[in-house]
């Protein structure tokens, strides 16, 4: 009887075993698969791009696959990743990171430092469009590649010439909070409100209130005949310029991070 429970505790040991071995989890320093997606030599092929990117062009570049954000949105899962773990080169943390969240089926690229300037918005959504479809196809080694090939290209591109942040923490009814804050914009509300009516009151003064239609009956004027003569005609023809989505080709959008750190990034399901 004891042989027959040691035998069957075994068999139960070597299948938890072997279970535990098939989700292992092979990781990196900068590639981190926490539900065993990639195998081990994708991990090792992942790193070894990643770090070339990082010799060639000074910028960190992170892959987390997850399916805990511990309670946090995919964009501020990946800032503090980023940041807490300490990721990012030189004295602006440069660098980005592609957030695979499984369990909300999104993915999520935070850009920092001068990684901000290089991955606009819109190439972001390329590198998106890219990426989202590989893992619709469950190719997470694919897509992974696909997100460093771009990281590579846009990173030898560098810069664009028409770049330009746009901080999306601040809007126009911030700004007028802002400024309703600010004392002084009274004492100025208030002089021009007292030069407006000062100039209305003694430009009425003296003027002549009488004209042609003072003493005129009403409804003793009426025409009798109307025309209508054409002397010339010209046309004006002004060309429309489209704007792309997310304000232009140039723009990448900034936001803060619980670290007060600057992010750009942008996501989307897949």
């Given at each position: 009887?004891?042989?027959?429970?040691?035998?069957?505790?075994?068999?139960?040991?070597?299948?938890?075993?072997?279970?535990?071995?098939?989700?292992?989890?092979?990781?990196?320093?900068?590639?981190?698969?926490?539900?065993?997606?990639?195998?081990?030599?994708?991990?090792?092929?992942?790193?070894?791009s990643i770090d070339r990117i990082k010799e060639n062009y000074r910028l960190d570049?992170?892959?987390?696959?997850?399916?805990?954000?511990?309670g946090k949105s995919s964009r501020d899962f990946a800032d503090d990743y980023f940041d807490y773990n300490g990721y990012g080169i030189g004295s602006d943390y440069s660098g980005l990171m592609l957030l695979i969240n499984m369990n909300k089926r999104d993915v999520y690229i935070s850009t920092s430092g001068k990684a901000i300037d290089i991955f606009t918005d819109r190439r972001i959504d390329n590198i998106l469009d890219d990426v989202a479809e590989s893992l619709?196809?469950?190719?997470?080694?694919?897509?992974?590649?696909?997100?460093?090939?771009?990281?590579?290209?846009?990173?030898?591109?560098g810069v664009p010439s028409n770049q330009y942040r746009v901080n999306t923490n601040r809007n126009y009814f911030h700004n007028v909070l802002s400024m309703l804050k600010f004392f002084p914009i009274y004492i100025v509300a208030l002089i021009i409100s007292v030069i407006a009516t000062l100039v209305v009151t003694f430009s009425s003064k003296g003027k002549i209130t009488t004209n042609c239609v003072t003493y005129e009956e009403n409804g003793s004027f009426a025409l009798s005949e109307t025309r209508d003569n054409y002397i010339r005609e010209s046309?004006?023809?002004?060309?429309?310029?489209?704007?792309?989505?997310?304000?232009?080709?140039?723009?990448?959008?900034?936001?803060?991070?619980?670290?007060?750190?600057?992010?750009?990034?942008?996501?989307?399901?897949?």
């Open positions: 009887m004891y042989k027959r429970v040691s035998i069957v505790l075994l068999i139960f040991m070597f299948v938890l075993l072997a279970a535990q071995i098939g989700v292992y989890a092979y990781n990196s320093e900068n590639v981190i698969d926490d539900l065993g997606y990639l195998t081990e030599t994708e991990v090792t092929n992942l790193q070894s570049t992170v892959i987390v696959i997850t399916d805990n954000t511990q619709s196809n469950r190719d997470y080694y694919q897509a992974c590649c696909e997100f460093i090939s771009n990281v590579k290209s846009y990173a030898y591109s046309t004006v023809r002004t060309r429309i310029q489209s704007s792309s989505s997310g304000g232009g080709s140039g723009r990448s959008s900034t936001h803060r991070s619980s670290s007060g750190r600057s992010h750009g990034g942008g996501g989307r399901r897949f």
